[in-house]
């Protein structure tokens, strides 16, 4: 069975500081690794997706996350946050013959960037 | 969320009686997807379907229902809604290959 953690409920960041949002995942073969992003009283946003390739991903607003195949992790990052970027971020994974119930998300991890 | 909503966006009810929700998109995706969100969990598959009358269950399809009798429409039924299914719940569609989802806004429903 997959799996998704997400390790801290709560990450604070000073505006200007770089920020990272943790994840990591179990899967049985080759990950497809997601992140979302979810607005109050919004729905969830796609940002980036990892499925080949450049470990490196970059996506919407300035995010970027790193696949690390050897760690089993995907974190999320930013260079310089800003106070807009305070959402909740939620981390998912697929394996490539999943079927389409098999996108497992994460608990979600509330970021607040503090001005 | 562009071409995809839901309605009714809040609800009230309650243990009991029926609850339709329902989600309509204008974007002709094949696959669409009912979540339910509660903190600590998530979000969690209800169900899902790949076509016109084409429906199968997910993670947490129990006391749930959906009908998809149309491309665009896709409706989840609670026959007999009780305490626990208070949650939001959130319909989505997009490409099974890519599993890049576009959300609702999702559906605050409170079950007294």
């Known amino acids: 069975a997959q799996s998704v953690a997400q390790p801290e409920d709560q990450v604070n960041v000073a505006e200007g500081n770089p920020l990272t949002v943790k994840c990591t995942y179990s899967?049985?073969?080759?990950?497809?690794l997601f992140w979302y992003v979810q607005y109050p009283n919004r729905g969830l946003q796609f940002l980036l997706k990892?499925?080949?390739?450049?470990?490196l991903v970059k996506g919407s607003y300035g995010f970027e996350a790193e696949f690390n195949k050897s760690q089993t992790s995907f974190h999320l990052k930013k260079p310089s946050a800003l106070v807009s970027d305070s959402a909740l971020y939620f981390c998912?994974?697929?394996?490539?013959?999943?079927?389409?119930?098999?996108?497992?998300f994460g608990s979600g991890t509330q970021l607040t960037v503090l001005p | 969320d562009a071409g995809i909503t839901q309605s009714p966006r809040h609800k009230v009810t309650e243990t009991g009686t029926p609850v339709t929700l329902r989600c309509h998109q204008t974007?002709?995706?094949?696959?669409m997807y009912w979540y339910r969100q509660d903190p600590g969990h998530g979000l969690r598959l209800i169900h899902y379907?790949?076509?016109?009358?084409?429906?199968d269950k997910g993670e947490v399809s129990d006391g749930y229902s959906v009908s998809r009798s149309k491309t665009e429409d896709f409706l989840l039924t609670l026959e007999s809604a009780t305490s626990s299914q208070t949650s939001v719940y959130f319909c989505?569609?997009?490409?099974?290959?890519?599993?890049?989802?576009?959300f609702g806004e999702g559906s605050r429903l409170t079950v007294l």
């Open positions: 998912a994974v697929r394996v490539p013959s999943g079927s389409a119930r098999q996108l497992t």
């Open positions: 899967v049985s073969g080759n990950p497809y």
């Open positions: 990892y499925i080949t390739g450049d470990n």
């Open positions: 974007e002709n995706h094949r696959y």
């Open positions: 379907s790949y076509g016109v009358k084409d429906t």
């Open positions: 989505a569609m997009g490409q099974l290959n890519t599993g890049e989802l576009f």
